[in-house]
Nanobody
Framework: QVQLIESGGGLVQAGGSLRLSCAAS????????MGWFRQAPGKAREFVAA????????HYADSVKGRFTISRDNAKNTVYLLMNSLKPEDTAVYYC????????????????WGQGTLVTVSS
């Protein structure tokens, strides 16, 4: 059973940057596609970004394209989300997600979730 632990959330001013990390354990990390989702208060959890098992492909939600970058280091069992030019509407709890053999782009296909890390962007 894959275990995911996120870190790196916090409070930042609009226009600032944050880097989220997600460390995986308990499995062979390289056979999992990894992704990030977020959930704002009162809203459904939504897709943010995803990366394939060997980093060959990445996917982004239109709302973050050009501002966020997902990457992974299979030697460290870690996936990252670099968030630049943050906006107040990016405020949410960000969840790391793992999908065995596939790239997670929908909530229903995710095999495991992290506990979430809060990102707050002030205006």
């Amino acid at each position: 059973q894959v275990q995911l632990i996120e870190s790196g959330g916090g409070l930042v001013q609009a226009g600032g940057s944050l880097r989220l990390s997600c460390a995986a354990s308990g499995v062979t990390f390289s056979i999992y596609g990894m992704g990030w989702f977020r959930q704002a208060p009162g809203k459904a959890r939504e897709f943010v970004a995803a990366i394939s098992m060997r980093s060959l492909t990445t996917h982004y939600a239109d709302s973050v394209k050009g501002r966020f970058t997902i990457s992974r280091d299979n030697a460290k069992n870690t996936v990252y989300l670099l968030m630049n030019s943050l906006k107040p509407e990016d405020t949410a709890v960000y969840y790391c997600a793992a999908d065995r053999y596939n790239t997670p782009r929908t909530v229903s296909t995710v095999d495991a979730w992290g506990q979430g890390t809060l990102v707050t962007v002030s205006s």
